[in-house]
C-alpha cells in the first residue's frame, strides 16, 4: 500500500514569455503556501530526443546548457520579490527537456509523482489556436494529474454582482442563485463492506 509522502511536488511548465511568467508565479505562490513542497520548473526544447547526427547532438548539447542556465536566470528574475516584500527561500529543482511540450512536461510530472501541473496559456483563439496549437490545452485534456492554468488576476474592471452575500432575513434571492455560508465539520471516513449497507 502506497504512504503519502510529507512533501507536495509542483511541476511548472514554462517557456521564455509571459505565459511562462505567470505559471512561475502562481507556481511559487502555491509552493510557499505548502511549507516543504518541491518546486520543479521545466522548460522544453523542440527537438527528436532520438537524434543520431553528431554534430546536431553536439549543437543540442549546447543548446540544452544554454537553456538551463537561462531559465536558473528567468526563475530569480520572476519570482524575486518586488519592492517592499520580504525575502525568502524555497528550493527550485531545474529541468530541461527535450520534445513536444505537452508531452515532455507531463512525463516529467509523472517521473517526479508529482501533485500539480502549473502552466501559462496565452488565450488564443480561433485559427491561432488551430495553427499553433495549445500545450495548456493539451495537458488538461490529456494529464493523469490535476493541472492549473495560471493568468494574471485582471478583474479590477469586470462589474461585480449586485448580491454577493447571501440574503438577510427578509430580504428576497437574488435572480442569479443563491449564496450561504455554512460551517462543516469532515471527518475520516470509516469503511464499510460491500453489501451490509
Not at 501559462?120 to 492549473?148: I, N, W, Y
Not at 493568468?151 to 430580504?171: T, W
Not at 471527518?187 to 449497507?197: C, M, N, Q
Request: charged content about 25%; hydrophobic content about 40%.
Amino acid at each position: 500500500m502506497a504512504t503519502e509522502r510529507d512533501s507536495k511536488r509542483i511541476v511548472v511548465g514554462v517557456d521564455f514569455d509571459e505565459p511562462g511568467t505567470n505559471a512561475m508565479l502562481e507556481g511559487m505562490r502555491l509552493a510557499r503556501l505548502m511549507p516543504g513542497s518541491e518546486l520543479h520548473v521545466v522548460h522544453v526544447l523542440g527537438a527528436d530526443p532520438d537524434l543520431h547526427d553528431a554534430r546536431e547532438i553536439e549543437a543540442l548539447s549546447e543548446r540544452i546548457g544554454d537553456a538551463f542556465e537561462a531559465l536558473q536566470d528567468r526563475v530569480l528574475e520572476v519570482c524575486s520579490p518586488r519592492g517592499g516584500e520580504q525575502p525568502f527561500s524555497h528550493e527550485v529543482v531545474v529541468h530541461v527537456r527535450l520534445g513536444s511540450p505537452p508531452q515532455a512536461i507531463h512525463q516529467c510530472a509523472v517521473d517526479l509523482d508529482a501533485d500539480m501541473i502549473v502552466v501559462g496559456t496565452h488565450g488564443r483563439t480561433g485559427m491561432q489556436k488551430l495553427l499553433l496549437g495549445s500545450v495548456a490545452e493539451a495537458l488538461v485534456r490529456d494529464s493523469r494529474l490535476p493541472v492549473l492554468v495560471a493568468h494574471p488576476k485582471a478583474i479590477a474592471n469586470l462589474e461585480r454582482s449586485a448580491h454577493v452575500e447571501p440574503p438577510r432575513v427578509g430580504q428576497s434571492p437574488s435572480r442569479t442563485g443563491l449564496t450561504q455560508r455554512i460551517a462543516l465539520t469532515f471527518r475520516p471516513r470509516t469503511s464499510h463492506i460491500s453489501g451490509l449497507i
